[in-house]
């Protein structure tokens, strides 16, 4: 039998859950510890996890035999956070975190978590178990109820790949397909289902783990030169090209790329907020500010430009129709995109379908530098500081008189928000819908993480933990924006942030209500020529209200709130800064009048988007 590998690095947990009596000379001795001697060898350092008898076996290899080091358990009360804080992970590092679930009853907890995860495009390695495959090892009851014949199937259609291993070296060989698959472009979980009689049985022979140098994903695939000179010479000759920001990678270098060809090209740049922070918010370049929805100010863009460079916007053709009225704009749009590889027919998270007139099947980030560079050979270098269409900017609204009335709205919240973190290095984490543009400042690519991707009411808190989990030790100050439904419904992902001391400032924008559901009814009334004043019945969390930050206090996190005054806010955001420079989880809840700083995705009709 082979010993422990003892390269493992402690990840930033380390203070926390420390085994005892390990002795010094661990050997594997179950199939489970070979399973988890080859997961420790993927460099992985965190498992986060709600623990179940279907993984028992693995578990105690975590445990006893790795010592629970890389990777690290991190305990959470559902497991939809389990798959939450992966997912925020993911978005920060663009790696992978193990998640285990227990059985097919975890596995349903976390579905909705795991489809936010395929349609934000992110890496992750998910262990399920299964109850003994061979009915005559399993428990009376239990065993039976929670074993399923083909347990991948209640997801297989929202992650990338799946497998069900029936020996040893099929799980090893399954954990790095898994690795491979995951970390390919378009990024998506993966999920490997390890039946429990195959983890407790004792392990017999050597066991032969690859070398993992040889099984790396493969590079992002380069575009086709002839579509790079097409597309140069296309961005070139526009008088009106407009840069389309999506879904690009978290690299500084990439960052500082993508200024280089918006400036090559003199592009207005347009960003949203879907998707994490892409280009520099206050460069003269980016003139119109992010949002949800488009404004004005953007559809006038779309429709006036000749030329448009779409790299991996979310839903293309949705955007240009909501912007133009019909996906076929009269500019030249050139695509680029791998999405396409992992389009499935169960759920249509590839939105519509766009026209292209060139489209390139690279991730946008490997196209950046050969087509800077055919840019800069016909224009030798030259830069552009200011877009070469001219846009005409509504005027901003004037800011609203602080204390000039009882209670604040979700604008002057965020005025504030932002008054009193400039200046600070913070990463939000979230914020949320019908947030303001002009609170929407980004310089850098860690400054903002964009959104669950699937829409999952209560993901996040357990993102928002992920990300500030990936970001300890970076000198970020992890920021939080949320509405007071997906914080009850995520809230006791709370505690894991309190038990491993996590810091992350939560700011919970509560409007006592379903609000963004409160959009939809008014508009029914309105279509319908019915009662708008009825739009709330069904939708308020009030009378009583609920205590949120009680709620947190209760998991062991400082908090503090209703805040019900603008002037009140300053002071407890000075507060809760000061307690995550200090290494810990704070929540406040500030208490606002329903309604959003802009307009909301949902106030439209269906018909005219």
């Known amino acids: 039998m082979a010993t422990r590998n003892k390269k493992s690095a402690a990840g930033k947990l380390a203070h926390a859950d420390r085994p005892a009596n390990l002795g010094g000379n661990r050997r594997m001795g179950w199939n489970s510890d070979a399973i988890a001697e080859f997961a420790q060898r993927l460099d992985l350092k965190y498992m986060s996890l709600v623990p179940g008898a279907s993984y028992r076996g693995f578990h105690d290899s975590i445990v006893n035999y790795l010592g629970n080091t890389n990777p690290q358990m991190v305990i959470c009360m559902h497991e939809e956070h389990s798959v939450a804080i992966a997912h925020g992970y993911a978005k920060v590092t663009e790696k992978p975190m193990f998640v285990s679930v227990h059985s097919n009853v975890g596995l349903m907890h976390a579905s909705m978590a795991i489809f936010n995860a395929w349609c934000d495009r992110v890496p992750m390695i998910i262990f399920g178990a299964t109850g003994p495959v061979d009915a005559d090892q399993r428990r009376p009851w239990i065993d039976w109820i929670h074993t399923a014949r083909d347990q991948g199937a209640l997801i297989r259609d929202f992650t990338k790949w799946d497998d069900q291993p029936a020996s040893v070296p099929a799980t090893i060989e399954a954990i ?4 491979q698959i995951t970390m390919t472009a378009p990024n998506g979980p993966t999920y490997i289902n390890l039946d429990a009689g195959l983890q407790e049985g004792k392990l017999t022979g050597e066991v032969e783990f690859p070398d993992m140098s040889r099984y790396e994903p493969a590079p992002p695939p380069a575009p086709p030169a002839d579509s790079v000179a097409i597309a140069a010479d296309l961005l070139v000759k526009a008088k009106k090209p407009v840069f389309l920001c999506g879904r690009v990678s978290r690299s500084q270098e990439d960052w500082d790329k993508r200024v280089e060809l918006a400036e090559a090209i003199g592009a207005v740049v347009l960003t949203d907020m879907h998707n994490s922070s892409a280009f520099p918010t206050e460069h003269p370049l980016h003139v119109v500010e992010g949002r949800f929805r488009p404004a004005d100010a953007t ?12 790299y991996d916007w979310l839903d293309l053709a949705g955007f240009l129709t909501q912007c133009t009225g019909s996906p076929n704009v009269k500019a030249k749009v050139i695509n680029c995109s791998v999405d396409m590889y992992i389009h499935r027919g169960w759920s249509m998270d590839y939105q519509a379908l766009p026209a292209a007139d060139l489209f390139m099947l690279s991730p946008p980030d490997a196209v950046t530098g050969p087509l800077l560079a055919a840019i ?7 830069r552009h500081k200011t877009p070469k269409m001219k846009v005409k900017l509504p005027k901003p609204p004037a800011p609203p008189k602080k204390g000039a009335k009882d209670g604040m709205s979700l604008r002057e919240m965020a005025g504030c928000v932002t008054e009193a973190l400039a200046g600070k290095p913070v990463s939000y984490a979230r914020v949320s819908l019908g947030w303001p543009g002009f609170a929407s400042k980004f310089t850098g690519p860690m400054d903002y993480y964009g959104h669950d991707g699937g829409g999952g009411v209560g993901s996040g808190p357990g993102i928002a933990i992920g990300i500030a989990l990936a970001l300890m030790g970076s000198g970020r100050i992890p920021v939080a924006i949320v509405g007071d439904g997906d914080f009850m419904m995520g809230s006791n992902a709370l505690w894991t942030a309190a038990r491993f001391k996590i810091p992350l400032l939560m700011v919970v924008a509560n409007n006592r209500s379903y609000y963004n559901d409160e959009t939809h009814q008014e508009r029914m009334a309105i279509v319908r020529g019915r009662p708008v004043e009825n739009k709330w019945i069904g939708q308020r969390l009030d009378d009583p209200a609920v205590d949120l930050a009680g709620i ?11 805040i019900w005054e603008l ?4 002071a407890a955001l000075a507060r809760g800064v000061k307690a995550v420079q200090a290494g810990k989880p704070y929540v406040i809840d500030v208490r606002i009048d329903p309604g959003y700083a802009e307009i909301n995705m949902t106030t439209a009709s269906r018909k005219k988007g």
């Open 567 to 570: 002037k009140d806010l300053p």
């Open 376 to 382: 800069d050979k016909k224009t030798k270098g030259a």
């Open 299 to 310: 559809k006038a863009v779309i429709e006036a430009a000749d030329v448009i460079l779409a």
């Open 552 to 562: 947190a206090r209760a998991q062991g996190i400082d908090s503090e709130g209703p």
């Open 176 to 179: 790095a397909r898994a690795r």
